[in-house]
């Protein structure tokens, strides 16, 4: 049943995020705690649904307590993943959210109307190379690395249970 629920919403979420409303909508926060909110559901009922699979289908694995082991390291693993992209892309905004690299200055007191070329001034503030930069470009390097780590163990734990699954014993 939670293997059902979890493929349902799975397929429910693209459907739901082709109605969301615009980035700058009013309502847009509550789509996304909705939206985060089925996607970690199912998420969990998957894991749920293959966790009482390995463990109550003795016969599909040549050794059970091994394919058990490596799937509770694949979810460790992912979930410290998610952790941790998650933590680098809040630490990125954190750290840029107030940074400003151009403004557009009008001057006070002018006319009410329409605003002509010579009442604009334009001011760019730069940087050698600022702090900000410098993480984004380590930040996003970091995010690589640990999502090719991920890949490699998520394809090498699948490896390993499909070979577990292979060599089950013949009935």
């Not at 749920?48 to 599909?60: D, E, P, R, S, Y």
């Not at 002509?116 to 930069?133: A, G, L, N, R």
Request: net charge positive; proline share 3%.
């Amino acid at each position: 049943m939670l293997g059902l629920i979890a493929c349902v919403v799975a397929w429910a979420q693209p459907l739901g995020a082709v109605f969301r409303c615009h980035p700058d909508h009013k309502a847009r926060p509550i789509f996304n705690i909705v939206h985060g909110f089925f996607g970690a559901g199912a998420w969990l009922c998957a894991v749920a649904a293959i966790m009482i699979a390995v463990v109550h289908f003795k016969g599909m694995f040549s050794d059970r307590d091994a394919a058990l082991g490596l799937y509770i390291a694949f979810v460790a693993i992912a979930g410290l993943t998610i952790i941790a992209m998650e933590a680098l892309t809040f630490k990125v905004w954190w750290t840029g959210r107030r940074r400003v690299s151009e403004m557009e200055m009008v001057r006070v007191g002018g006319s009410s109307g329409t605003a002509v070329s010579e009442d604009i001034e334009k001011v760019t503030v730069e940087c050698s190379q600022p702090h900000s930069q410098i993480y984004d470009f380590q930040a996003q390097r970091l995010q690589w690395f640990i999502l090719l780590f991920f890949l490699v163990v998520a394809i090498g734990t699948a490896v390993a249970i499909s070979i577990l699954i292979g060599l089950k014993p013949k009935l």
